[in-house]
């Protein structure tokens, strides 16, 4: 009995004491730099500006979407310059950042309102996953997915 209190408390002090050693140390600020990018780069497929998705999205940025097609930089480029995709709003919400090093992972969810992907109505809300790396002192997206999130 003894013994397996002993082994039940070392279980639980290690417990705490690693996810404390492990916990990444991210400069002031980095966490609402990013958020502050992401609002920006919803905001730029609302207006259609194609300059800050040049700016966010790295070269070799990659997209999954909510059907699994694979897209990149180009694509989203071209769609949006084409005017395949447009929305009335974007609302970002329930954003978690979490840094490691040059590395940064966002989740959170995303509203869209009035939205159209080649025709099809895509409004809803959608979880997405994007991750980010600091090249260069500049935060760039490389990697984006979206789950569409059941209608209630």
């Given amino acids: 009995m003894k013994l397996t209190l002993y082994v039940m408390i070392l279980a639980v002090a290690a417990g705490i004491c690693v996810p404390a050693a492990d916990k990444p140390k991210t400069k002031p600020g980095v966490e609402e730099k ?11 497929g609302v207006k259609r500006d194609t300059s800050v998705y040049e700016r966010i999205e790295a070269d070799d940025f990659v997209f999954t979407d909510p059907e699994g097609v694979v897209g990149d930089k180009a694509k989203d480029l071209s769609e949006l310059k084409a005017g395949e995709f447009t929305a009335e709003a974007i609302d970002l919400d329930d954003m978690k950042v979490r840094v490691f090093g040059n590395a940064a992972v966002v989740t959170g969810r995303t509203t869209i309102k009035g939205g159209k992907y080649k025709g099809k109505d895509i409004s809803g809300q959608y979880r997405f996953t994007d991750v980010w790396v600091n090249r260069g002192g500049r935060w760039q997206a490389v990697a984006s997915q979206a789950t569409v999130l ?3």
């Fill in 34 to 44: 990013i958020k502050q990018l992401e609002q920006e780069w919803a905001q730029a």
């Fill in 150 to 152: 059941a209608k209630q």
